[in-house]
């Protein structure tokens, strides 16, 4: 019999649940994905191993949920300004700029390169809910003129995550809302607003050319 199938399935609730998901993440954080166990967690949460199982069918039912606890639900603000809506939906509490979300976002992105389980757990059950609510923001936004008819929300609605995530673990800077909002009045609103090139860049000016050693010198390079 598996821990699964143990007896009746029971609640765990409220304060009992935060105090799991608070262990969950703290070990999360402290070994990553790879290293945490139940055990692991069971110990940090005073729990018991089997107290998990009967609630979260495994490790990876128990992280995404956890995760999706810290970070809140994936609410659609409505401030009446495409750009007050993502710094609501983007800074503060379990947003992009919390300094533990980081350092869980870290855990879950090499987590899904290895484990193909969490990773569909972890798209399904997180990552979705949050591309649709990101989605209607901009939707909103496009009915009320701050987008331009032609931009591919597919290609623009992650855009403000994946900047900022680029500076913090690519370039080591700190994520802070003011970070957030360089990015967004110089990048994102700017392209929402004016929409996509008119026209596509030649073919010769999508490639980089191999550099001639007999012809091309450092100082010659831009």
Do not use: N
């Amino acid at each position: 019999m598996t821990p699964t199938e143990a007896g009746t399935r029971p609640r765990v609730v409220g304060e009992r649940e935060m105090e799991i998901f608070e262990a969950t993440l703290e070990v999360l954080a402290d070994v990553g994905y790879d290293l945490l166990t139940m055990d692991a967690v069971a110990t940090r949460a005073k729990a018991s191993k089997a107290t998990l199982y009967r609630r979260w069918r495994g490790k990876p039912e128990l992280v995404v949920a956890a995760i999706m606890a810290h970070k809140g639900e994936a609410t659609v603000p409505d401030t009446g300004t495409l750009r007050g809506d993502l710094v609501e939906a983007y800074c503060g509490a379990g947003g992009i700029d919390d300094p533990l979300a980081q350092s869980v976002l870290a855990a879950v992105v090499t987590a899904m390169g290895r484990d193909p389980e969490f990773a569909e757990v972890y798209r399904r059950e997180f990552i979705g809910p949050k591309v649709a609510a990101s989605r209607a923001i901009y939707e909103r936004a496009r009915a009320r003129g701050e987008v331009h008819p032609d931009v591919d929300l597919d290609v623009l609605a992650p855009s403000l995550a994946g900047i900022v995530l680029h500076r913090a673990f690519l370039l080591g800077e700190q994520v802070t809302p003011h970070l957030v909002g360089r990015v967004l009045d110089e990048v994102i609103l700017p392209a929402a607003l004016h929409g996509p090139s008119t026209g596509a860049l030649p073919r010769a000016h999508c490639q980089t050319p191999l550099l001639d050693s007999t012809h091309t010198s450092e100082k010659d390079l831009p």
